[in-house]
């Protein structure tokens, strides 16, 4: 296995037991791979489950079929995986940003983008010259580093969120609308730290609904149907 990530025959239903156990099967026999520094594109209607196959992806949801990603050098399997390993992955291998910040009360800004680094064995001082780089970039005030995320507005939310994201290089990073409520010259930020992370190998997966921004990154796209095709653009 040469790519950082490989899905094969990917099946997510869900049954709603308080409704009458309808089944809805939102992911069917997906199989894609993405090869590093290339950029994924999922495409769809609303609904199609692009959020639930990045969610299928980082473990939230338990899906059927197989998830291969190269951990330490080494093949792994996700599906199945002991949650220790799924620990291991996330901390070492597999980044994740979702639209919105999880806010732990009392934790400052600059805490809560350091920990990716710190949780990898980081020193505190190496971290934080990074966050406070990453943190001047995306235009979050530095009166504001010191204090916690949880009244900040929401662009500002997320801004913070997509600095934890990119505090550390990740073999493959899943990136929910990570433009979406970002004025024009925090989008350009964030499509140059997508252009740099592929640039050192990053396999990123993404959603973007901001049409512009898709075609920045795309290298290809992954139609929810199940069909491929390259970037036109
Ligand atoms: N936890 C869940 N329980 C039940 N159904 C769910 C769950 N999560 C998603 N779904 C259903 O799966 C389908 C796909 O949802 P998903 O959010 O993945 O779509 P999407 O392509 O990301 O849509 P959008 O572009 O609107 O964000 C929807 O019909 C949704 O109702």
Redesign the pocket.
Known sequence: MNNPIEVRDLH?R?T?HQQQGVV?R?LEGLSFEVRAGECLV?H????????????SLYGN?LADGSIRILHRGAPMELIGAAPRQVLAVRRETLGYVSQFLRVIPRVSCLDVVMEPALARGWSRERAEVRARQLLTRLNIPERLWTLAPGTFSGGEQQRVNLARGFMVEWPVLLLD?PTASLDEANRQVVLQLIAEAKADGTAVIG?F?DRAAREAVADRYLD?TGEEYANAS
Not at 44 to 55: D, E, I, P, Y
């Open positions: 997510k869900f709603l809805l939102v999922l769809g209607r609303s609904g199609a489950g692009k959020s639930t196959l990045l969610r949801y609308e959603i609904h929810m």
